[in-house]
């Protein structure tokens, strides 16, 4: 794009009242603006070399506010709007919008003087009040909110405030805690313990996801290592994915680098994906999930039977284990189609080769009725719920040589 332009002496840039498209700085020589008032034209500046002018023109589809023309032989800098514009767009979105505010703010500004100069010619005592300027748009303060929180999750990661915490997985034959599940928490300065569901759509929508989970999943692996430590018969961690997270040639490479990185079987991670991840993208998860399972990992699908129900993926995918909701466990006692379901999904993965973890387990008759029908695994807050690494690792010690429920039930 050719952004230099020469104009002669005492030729025309632009005239007052002009759609304009670009703006200009001065590279060398000098340009004088001028004005109509009352059909004469008066000079309102005469600008040098460095100087930027037309810049109205910036902020989208203003006419010119006055008649620029050489004073000399002038070499100027063109900047198209259409160039400012894809800049702001693909530069960081905090800066941008802050320009964006600063731009209105400086037109608003403009008009608004412009308005005063022109009664000030009958009235010298008037006053701008700043009220009086035009209020931020609701799309504005909506934008800037959520730019600051994208900034403060930012900052949480970088600052040490994310935290996972872990919930024990209990096998129900045997009674013993054989893993955990993975859950992330904020530990927000001034509010206090924030759950998953207050920003894990923050971060997919910002794309904060990919560090943060790029972080979930090293520190969980890590944390893995420290337990099997304490405990022989801990197995497994689960780590949640987000489908955000199925970047073909990251996800994979990074998760096989921490393998190795921490020297740890990768058959002591399983990975827990929705249903809707997979319909959203077949293609890519079914690669990732393939090379994860061909590493030795095991595949969850998490909130079995609330999503899309269809069954047919379940042979399209490595799928290694099916992870009841909690709606269903939560229900199974009163509700006969509940029980019905959860009878048919033993059945289901039994044939399928998969093993089963029921969710959400929180009462005694719930733990007695999963077990009867051949559950595999248990999670629930009737066991335990979930707590930072330090309890968990006493809870791992406590349970040991000790089952976590009395045998009996
Ligand atoms: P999820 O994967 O289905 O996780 C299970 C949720 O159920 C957890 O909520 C857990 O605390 C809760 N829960 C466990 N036992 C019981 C119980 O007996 N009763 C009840 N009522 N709830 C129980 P949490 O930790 O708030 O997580 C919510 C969701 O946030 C998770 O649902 C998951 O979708 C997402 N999430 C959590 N950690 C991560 C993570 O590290 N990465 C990603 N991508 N998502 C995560
Ligand atoms: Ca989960
Ligand atoms: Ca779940």
Redesign the pocket.
């Known amino acids: 794009m050719n952004m230099n332009q020469t104009v002669k002496k005492g030729e025309v840039i632009f005239f007052e009242g002009e759609p304009g498209n670009c703006a200009y700085i001065i590279e060398s020589g000098s340009v004088e603006l001028s004005i109509l008032v009352d059909g004469e034209q008066k000079k309102i500046s005469q600008i040098q070399a460095g100087a930027l002018f037309g810049e109205m023109a910036l902020i989208g589809n203003h006419l010119r506010t006055a008649t620029a023309i050489a004073v000399e032989h002038t070499e100027l800098i063109v900047i198209p709007e259409k160039y400012v514009a894809e800049k702001l767009e693909n530069s960081d979105k905090f800066v941008a919008l802050l320009l964006k505010i600063l731009l209105q703010r400086y037109l608003s500004m403009r008009t608004r003087l412009d308005d005063v100069m022109a009664k000030a010619k009958t009235d010298a005592n008037l006053l701008v009040s700043e009220s009086a300027l035009p209020e931020c748009s609701r799309d504005t303060v909506v934008a800037a909110l959520q730019l600051e929180a994208e900034h403060n999750l930012k900052h949480a990661l970088e600052t040490g405030q994310l935290e996972?915490?872990y919930?024990p997985i209990i096998a129900l034959d045997t009674l013993q805690v054989v893993g955990c599940?993975?859950?992330?928490?904020w530990r927000h300065p001034q509010r206090g313990l924030v759950?998953?569901?207050e920003f894990?759509g923050l971060?997919?929508e910002s794309g904060l996801?990919i560090p943060?989970?790029h972080w979930?999943i090293q520190e969980?692996i890590q944390a893995c290592q420290r337990f099997r430590h304490k405990s022989s018969h801990f197995a497994f961690v689960s780590?949640?994915?987000?489908g955000k997270?199925f970047i073909p040639g990251d996800l994979v490479d990074y998760i096989q680098g921490i393998f190795q990185q921490e020297q740890i079987d990768p058959k002591h991670i399983k990975f827990?994906i929705?249903e809707s991840i997979l319909m959203a993208n077949p293609l890519d998860a079914a690669a990732s999930l393939e090379a994860l399972q061909a590493m030795g990992s095991t595949i969850a699908i998490?909130?079995f039977g609330t999503g899309y129900s269809s069954l047919s993926y379940l042979h399209r995918f490595p799928i290694d284990t099916l992870?009841i909701?909690?709606s269903f466990?939560?229900t199974m006692l009163e509700n006969a189609k509940s029980h019905e379901i959860v009878k048919s999904l033993c059945i289901l993965a039994k044939a399928l080769v998969m093993s089963i973890v029921a969710?959400?387990?929180?009462k005694v008759e719930e733990h007695q009725r999963m077990r009867k029908m051949g559950v595999n695994y248990g999670?629930?807050?009737?066991y335990a719920?979930?707590m930072p690494e330090s309890e968990f690792c006493e809870y791992l010690l406590k349970y040991q040589s000790q089952a976590v429920v009395d045998v009996a039930k």
């Open positions: 996972l915490f919930q599940e993975s859950l992330i928490r759950p998953p569901v894990i971060a997919e996801i943060i989970g979930i969980a780590i949640n994915l987000s997270q827990e929705t998490d909130d992870k909701d909690k466990v939560s969710e959400g387990i929180e999670q629930g807050y009737f719920k979930p």
